[in-house]
């Protein structure tokens, strides 16, 4: 069956945090990141038929749910894990939150790789610890990392967990396998718990190959814990349904005690029955979607070097979300968004939400339909000849 990914489908008024938070109702938003593609006919169907029993309490997650994100994980990606590892929960960010309040106490220090996603940020202050950052290299737009600067932070007695993006939200990074092996060899000699939040795993490019932390070895298994959902990739964010995926026995009931107590134990029905429907008979749609966004990307790509010469895009390798350099500008980012709400109604994330390291950058959303891309850009380039202009 063949998808329709250029269909234009109005998300407005239907409380949309992406499409209905703006005061006005012109600004395009390219902000948030969940998809305005509509979800998996398969998931829509699977909820209609849950939807016709008509009575929603309380659900108790079933056998089927354990062996189908197993079952995707061993042949989508080749990693094997056993039923005990896995601990549902309602979404990625209340699982991080919860593994630093098992793994760590107040005034211990957490371990990133700036810019990195903003939720990594409260999530570590919420539980009372101190963020320390490892910044990535950016050159030839792309980032890689500064292996002297990792080993160096990470021998501080007082770091305890370190919180790995997999792929990378905003780099577009698809970590490689060497690079993962060299990040986990540092963490397990200074006896750094790695945290690898792998929610955008579905989404990479051809060419690129993504790999689960935990599958690379026993040590990188027993050394980490991992932390994964359809939401991203199914476009089902809103379901509120994740796993945690930890070997380690002890490390894994310290964590089940944080998800007690943090009261995110219990997800929805809508969540269970979307996540099997998804990894059992999403794969198709799931393949479109990944050949539509990359041609998304490519498109974008050649845009801003034929229009946007002096904003190049970073290389993506993998999720959605393309990283600009708009230092030309000579504004900073918080101020760029700001601006381009009211002068080009057009909604993107300043670069600084993901660390210091983002100061100059812009984070846009292209999961949407072409037309909508193309419509943001031309947002953008007016802005930036109009700003041009007024200097």
Known sequence: ?????DEQISRRGTDSYKWDSAENENVLPMWVADMDFRTAPVIVDALHRRVEHGIFGYTRVPDSYYETVIDWFVHRHGWKMDREWIIYTSGVVPAVSAIIKALTVPGDK???????????????????????SSPLVFADHTYTIDYEDLERKAADPK??????????????RVWKREELVHIGEICIRHGVTVVSDEIHCELVFP????????????????????????SKAFN??????????????????????????????????????????AYNEGKEWLDQLIEYLHANYLYMRDFCREHLPEFPVTILEGTYLVWMDCRKLGISSEELERRLVTEARLWLNAGTMYGAEGEGFMRWNIACPRNTLTEGLKRFVHFVKKTSIDA
């Open 1 to 5: 069956m063949k998808y329709d990914f």
């Open 110 to 132: 957490v371990l990133v790789q700036t810019p990195v996603y903003n939720c990594f940020f409260s999530s570590i202050r919420n539980n009372g610890c101190e963020m320390v």
């Open 159 to 172: 770091i305890k967990v370190m919180l790995l993006c997999n792929p990378h939200n905003p780099a577009g």
């Open 207 to 230: 060419g690129y190959c993504y790999t689960p932390f935990a599958s690379i070895s026993e040590d990188f298994l027993r050394h980490s814990v991992t932390c994964i959902s359809p």
């Open 236 to 277: 089902i964010a809103g379901l509120q349904i994740a796993n945690i995926v930890c070997a380690n026995a002890d490390r894994r009931a310290r964590i089940d005690r944080a998800i007690n107590d943090n009261e995110v134990c219990d997800v929805n029905p809508f969540g269970v029955i979307a996540t099997q429907a």
